[in-house]
T-cell receptor, first 115, second 109 residues
Framework: EAQVTQNPRYLITVTGKKLTVTCSQN?????MSWYRQDPGLGLRQIYY???????DKGDVPEGYKVSRKEKRNFPLILESPSPNQTSLYFC??????????????FGPGTRLTVL | GQNIDQPTEMTATEGAIVQINCTYQ??????LFWYQQHAGEAPTFLSY??LDGLEEKGRFSSFLSRSKGYSYLLLKELQMKDSASYLC??????????WGAGTKLIIKP
């Protein structure tokens, strides 16, 4: 089944404790992206990657890191999480032929709480 | 600045028709998406418009007017399962997606 998977789905952590949220897609998509979604705000892009070893900042990259060592995986790293990073996080991928007119396929989401 | 406006919440009756509006202000324009998001789930693609006019897909249609910076999503023969948030997103001249906050649609029997 074609899908985007994220792990964990739910995470409660404490300020300053490094964490990684994994994202994997099995559709051989070139383009991958991380978003956060907060009540009353639209989806905000954190980072995106147009292909292996190519990453770029989105609208809200501060406090986050990403890597793209393989085409299928795009982990999101929070080196020192803070309470303002409490949010619902989505990973998405798209084929990349025409990047921003492609349909994006979203993972199920990771609900992160930082205490 | 760049902005997407859509109503926060709408209520409609099962079997009826509802129109969800979206206005956008972007630096350039390269198309508009509508996504559906059920509570606690991921957004899923509904439609993409880049040219003026109406695109129909079964019970759902999407309209775009580039000159007015305006789009709407039309849902016909509403079903309870259509209760969800509907997200509007416009692509600017740099091909960045600008997302609206979403419209929560409540369907009543």
């Amino acid at each position: 089944e074609a899908q985007v998977t994220q792990n964990p789905r739910y995470l409660i952590t404490v300020t300053g404790k490094k964490l990684t949220v994994t994202c994997s897609q099995n559709m051989n998509h070139e383009y991958m992206s991380w978003y956060r979604q907060d009540p009353g705000l639209g989806l905000r892009q954190i980072y995106y990657s147009m292909n292996v070893e190519v990453t770029d900042k989105g609208d809200v990259p501060e406090g986050y890191k990403v890597s793209r060592k393989e085409k299928r995986n795009f982990p999101l790293i929070l080196e020192s999480p803070s309470p303002n990073q409490t949010s619902l996080y989505f990973c998405a991928s798209s084929p990349g032929g025409d990047i921003h007119t492609d349909t994006q396929y979203f993972g199920p989401g990771t609900r992160l709480t930082v205490l | 600045g760049q902005n997407i406006d859509q109503p926060t919440e709408m209520t409609a009756t099962e079997g009826a028709i509802v129109q969800i509006n979206c206005t956008y202000q972007t630096s350039g324009f390269n198309g508009l998406f509508w996504y559906q998001q059920h509570a606690g789930e991921a957004p899923t693609f509904l439609s993409y418009n880049v040219l003026d006019g109406l695109e129909e897909k079964g019970r759902f249609s999407s309209f775009l007017s580039r000159s007015k910076g305006y789009s709407y999503l039309l849902l016909k023969e509403l079903q309870m399962k259509d209760s969800a948030s509907y997200l509007c997103a416009a692509t600017d001249s740099n091909y960045q997606l600008i997302w609206g906050a979403g419209t929560k649609l409540i369907i009543k029997p």
